[in-house]
């Protein structure tokens, strides 16, 4: 079994494990934000969230977020799948960072 994701065509890879924790981060972002007043460590991932969504254009972030927040969602037809993947992409690794995963 690999042990990387391969993130685009370029060769660029996270660890199997990494990419999980930020996706699995992002899927709990529901409870974190119900607890985020009383545990410091559910604020740290949060505002990880939500800086790295910084990388992803302003008209795209909404749907990023949900499409990976929400198993199943999607995102709206107003782009192609390869931009999507792309922004998508940009946001786990930016999210790898920002948790100091990397």
């Given at each position: 079994?690999?042990?990387?994701?391969?993130?685009?065509?370029g060769?660029e890879?996270?660890?199997k494990?990494?990419?999980?924790?930020?996706?699995w981060?992002?899927?709990?972002?529901?409870?974190?934000?119900?607890?985020?007043d009383?545990?410091e460590?559910?604020?740290?991932?949060?505002d990880?969230?939500?800086?790295?969504l910084?990388?992803?254009?302003l008209?795209?972030?909404?749907d990023v977020l949900?499409?990976?927040?929400y198993?199943?969602?999607?995102?709206s037809d107003?782009?192609?799948?390869n931009?999507?993947?792309?922004?998508k992409?940009?946001?786990?690794?930016?999210?790898?960072?920002n948790?100091?995963?990397?």
């Amino acid at each position: 079994m690999k042990e990387v994701i391969h993130l685009n065509g370029g060769g660029e890879t996270l660890p199997k494990a990494v990419y999980y924790q930020c996706v699995w981060t992002v899927r709990d972002i529901d409870r974190l934000q119900l607890i985020c007043d009383d545990d410091e460590y559910a604020r740290f991932r949060l505002d990880a969230i939500y800086k790295s969504l910084e990388v992803v254009p302003l008209e795209y972030r909404e749907d990023v977020l949900g499409s990976i927040a929400y198993y199943g969602k999607g995102c709206s037809d107003n782009a192609h799948e390869n931009t999507w993947k792309r922004w998508k992409k940009a946001f786990i690794t930016e999210l790898a960072f920002n948790l100091k995963l990397l």
